[in-house]
Nanobody, 120 residues
Framework: QGELVESGGGLVQAGGSLRLSCKMS???????????WAWYRQAPGKQRELVAS???????NYADSVKGRFTISRDNTKKMVYLQMNNLTPEDTATYYC???????????WGQGTQVTVSG
């Protein structure tokens, strides 16, 4: 299986926006479409937490703390997954990880993470 690569992190002021992107190498469209995809984050000293998830045929799922501010989406044409983050707060500061679960064996694949820092 391929590797996940995230991009789009950075430093932003509170109230600003960022869009994270996630791409998996060597994945065919049928697998991309069938897999579940998610974004997690981990702040220093805290456990990794689910931010948003997307499963084909189901509505996206969001952590309460990001509902109404974050949106997970997929582009099947580009085989990309995105996390649009609006109205960011310092509490959103964390390393964000893309995750996919392979539909045929439930194996989890993780990206290396991208840092998001929100200044107050």
């Amino acid at each position: 299986q391929g590797e996940l690569v995230e991009s789009g992190g950075g430093l932003v002021q509170a109230g600003g926006s960022l869009r994270l992107s996630c791409k998996m190498s060597r994945i065919i469209l049928s697998t991309f479409s069938a897999n579940s995809w998610a974004w997690y984050r981990q702040a220093p000293g805290k456990q990794r937490e689910l931010v948003a998830s997307s499963t084909s045929g189901s509505s996206p799922n969001y952590a309460d703390s990001v509902k109404g501010r974050f949106t997970i989406s997929r582009d099947n044409t580009k085989k990309m997954v995105y996390l649009q983050m609006n109205n960011l707060t310092p509490e959103d500061t964390a390393t964000y990880y893309c995750n996919t679960r392979m539909y045929y064996n439930n194996a989890d694949v993780w990206g290396q993470g991208t840092q998001v820092t929100v200044s107050g």
